[in-house]
């Protein structure tokens, strides 16, 4: 889409630096185009990344492990000594869409390769946002990276080798809800980054997108359209997750609520109902036939396995004695789609390591989930996983101790 005249006028505004673009008063066609910088800013999960519990927003700070060491996002506020506000538009383009900054390249913690997709019109309407974002003074912290991999040239490399620099092209026999979709999936929502397998220069497998990777101790699951319907989300159950961070599937987690809570259920319907439609290659049923939906069978509960008592003990008090859930404390276990995964690899995780408490707002929110890493053993934890999946899933396979004492190796050694 060709930005209209008004929109090119104010573009060669954007051309000049930041601190003159920032004093500049505001017109109702530039307002216009902050407010929608701040959707865009919402939709790309800004706040989520480049700020903590305890700093000033946009201020960063927030630690990212990688295998090379620890990353902390960066300040991204108007402020103009340890934030962006003396950016050009061009050094805004060049650090967002190519991960090149003033101060060097980027690490590809920032998902540069995915922003590369975003259009100009609104990459003009990001950098208004930005530059009319309240200052935050608050430094930058120093990386935890150590040799070689703190030398930022080595990054030029790492660019010509796992920077195939996509560009946004919509599918021609698709609708333009599902395109919508793609863009946002693709780009701003950068999905791929955290549910797409990497190799060894941590670049992602383009042959496999969305088909899933561990990323900080937890299992990015599956979301092609294939394992979604496998899994028998529906357009409803999905839409409603992506929304609200819950469903009758299960709630978002970890990095996942980070994720709900400052982008998705930020997100107007029309957004949402599009992502959907892309993830799940579906156009958007009727009321009539959502509601002929039925939920997955569960076998009735099996007093004699082992992990009926260890559940009954560890679990019933907050899940509920039939799996069923308690609103605002614990989510429902049937049906859930972490339970339903046949890949074990996040129940272990959950079981070992808890959740923190979730809170939306004041009408939704989960209790902490503790661990149980001092208190089950891999055969306890293994009777336990196979309780709940012939319980409260379509899953009747058998977990192993030695399935579990795997996965909790690769959960210390990541």
């Known amino acids: 889409m060709k930005p209209s005249l008004k929109v090119s006028v104010i573009c060669g505004l954007l051309l ?10 505001l017109t109702a066609n530039m307002a216009q185009l902050i407010a929608q910088g701040k959707y865009l800013a919402t939709a790309g999960d800004c706040d989520g990344c480049h700020t903590i519990a305890s700093g000033q927003v946009y201020g960063g700070g927030r630690a990212f492990d990688t295998p090379f060491g620890t990353l902390y996002s960066t300040n991204i506020s108007s402020d103009k000594q ?5 950016y050009t538009y061009q050094q805004f383009v060049d650090a967002v869409r190519n991960g090149v900054a003033p101060i060097g390249n980027l690490y590809p913690a920032m998902p540069y390769a995915s922003y590369h997709r975003i259009s100009d019109h609104d990459m003009q309407a990001l950098y208004a946002y930005f530059m009319h974002t309240k200052p935050a003074t608050q430094p930058n912290r120093e990386n935890g990276i150590g040799f070689p991999f703190n030398i930022r040239m080595g990054l030029k490399l790492w660019n010509l080798v796992g920077f195939d620099k996509a560009t946004f092209k919509p599918t021609a026999d ?9 863009y946002l999936v693709q780009g701003l929502g950068h999905c791929g980054e955290c549910h797409t397998p990497r190799n060894f220069m941590m670049a992602t497998e383009q042959d496999h997108a969305l088909e899933g990777a561990v990323v900080n101790y937890l299992n990015a699951p599956n979301i092609t359209a294939k394992n979604l319907t496998q899994e028998k989300w529906t357009f409803h159950d999905l839409a409603q997750f992506l929304k609200t961070g819950q469903s009758p599937k299960g709630t978002a987690f970890d990095d996942m609520y980070v994720v709900e809570k400052h982008s998705l259920t930020q997100l107007n319907d029309h957004d949402i109902t599009a992502i959907t439609s892309y993830l799940l290659d579906q156009a958007q049923p009727s009321s009539e036939s959502q509601s002929k939906l039925t939920p997955l069978a569960v076998s009735p509960l099996d007093t004699k396995l082992p992990g009926y008592r260890i559940y009954m003990d560890k679990c019933s008090g907050c899940h509920g004695l039939s799996g069923q859930g308690l609103p605002n404390v614990a989510p429902a276990l049937k049906n859930n789609a972490t339970i339903e995964d046949s890949n074990i690899f996040n129940t272990v995780a959950v079981l070992t390591n808890g959740i923190s408490q979730q809170g939306y707002n004041q009408q939704l929110s989960y209790y902490t989930m503790p661990g149980y890493k001092n208190s089950l053993n891999d055969q306890q934890m293994a009777d336990l996983i196979t309780y709940l999946h012939h319980s409260f899933s379509t899953q009747i396979t058998t977990t192993t101790a030695k399935q579990v004492a795997a996965i909790k190796k690769q959960l210390s050694n990541n």
């Open 16 to 25: 000049s630096s930041g601190a003159v673009y920032a004093q500049a008063p």
């Open 82 to 86: 340890y934030g962006i506000g003396n």
């Open 174 to 182: 698709k609708s333009p809800l599902w395109n919508r979709g793609k």
